[in-house]
């Protein structure tokens, strides 16, 4: 019997989706700041979710609209602002991408003290051996001509700890609802966000550049509706941790973005980095099942360090 191509077109859609946000960050900062382009993107994907919620009279507790709008702030304004300024300072879309790809690196050390976990000598390894892979690919970039200043390298590592928090917090808070009410509560807090941040530095006006409306397309439909909607199906289909293991394969794909739609070469550092960082997550990620006596501590079974927030359940819990 032969077996769908569908789960493989939908693994391969979110890794080259997902991919192609760090890309679009790098394509919309070239017309205009970086809060220019996410307020507009936010303002733009937040009128259809909220029409959605509206027709469907989505209805959510309090305090679950609390915490979606904490893992919002977090996952995505804090995430996104870092990864598109980055991309501003002149960081390459490929190293943007493999820093943010060491989020199960820092949540595996971060879950040490804050959720009790317990670390193995690998995941020590793991680590170490992580940051060298990023300090391979950031020396190489560093010494190249026209490299961005060392400051703009700590933008997407700030990036990636935000994500690693909202992870954290969403765990221990585990906020109920359909997946797009929270989607919509989540974009929400984040339009008010950028768009209040854009007009308190003077850059909400968008610029008269066809090439700021085409960033803003790409981000709206590759990385908004593409990435994160291939996201949900596959989380459907495959779970959390399979989802997550997809993601680590975000930062080579990006550097083929970036050669087509840069020209940017591929240097034979970036390749080893990515390598090694792609070993390292491969020490530290745990697909071991968690032990029942640690499952009353918030966590939730199917979750592993690292992985981004998972969407509630259809039961809303």
Not at 36 to 50: D, S
């Amino acid at each position: 019997m032969r077996r769908s191509p569908m789960p493989v077109l939908l693994a391969a859609g979110l890794v080259v989706m997902w991919s192609s946000g760090f890309v679009g960050a790098e394509l919309g900062t070239r017309h205009a700041p970086a809060t220019t382009l996410l307020a507009w993107r936010f303002v733009i994907v937040v009128i259809p979710l909220a029409a959605w919620c509206l027709w469907r009279g989505a209805r959510m507790s309090g305090r679950d609209l609390a915490g979606h709008a904490v893992v919002g702030a977090l996952a995505q304004a804090g995430y996104l602002y870092g990864v598109f300024a980055a991309a501003e300072a002149g960081v390459a879309a490929g190293t943007v991408a493999l820093i943010a790809a060491l989020q199960p690196l820092a949540a595996t050390a971060l879950a040490v003290p804050l959720l009790g976990e317990r670390v193995r000598a690998r995941q020590v390894v793991g680590l170490a051996v992580g940051l060298f892979g990023v300090a391979l690919v950031v020396g190489a970039e560093l010494r190249a001509p026209g490299a961005a200043p060392g400051w703009g390298y700590a933008l997407p590592f700030g990036a990636m700890l935000s994500l690693v928090t909202a992870t954290l917090v969403e765990r221990r808070w585990r906020p109920g609802g359909s997946a797009m009410a929270a989607m919509a509560v989540q974009c929400s807090v984040s339009a008010v966000l950028f768009t209040a941040l854009a007009a308190g530095t003077g850059t909400l006006a968008p610029p008269a550049d066809p090439g700021f409306w085409t960033a803003v397309a790409w981000v709206v439909v590759l990385s908004t509706v593409g990435g994160y909607g291939l996201y949900w199906a596959n989380l459907e289909r495959i779970g959390v941790a399979r989802v997550s293991a997809l993601l680590y394969l975000t930062p080579p794909t990006t550097l083929v973005w970036a050669l087509v739609m840069f020209g940017r070469p591929v240097g034979v550092e970036a390749v080893a980095g990515m390598a090694v960082c792609a070993a390292a997550v491969a020490l530290v990620v745990d697909r071991r099942p968690v032990p029942p006596a640690r499952r009353g501590r918030g966590l939730r079974p199917e979750s592993v360090p690292g992985t981004p927030p998972a969407p509630p359940r259809r039961d809303g819990r």
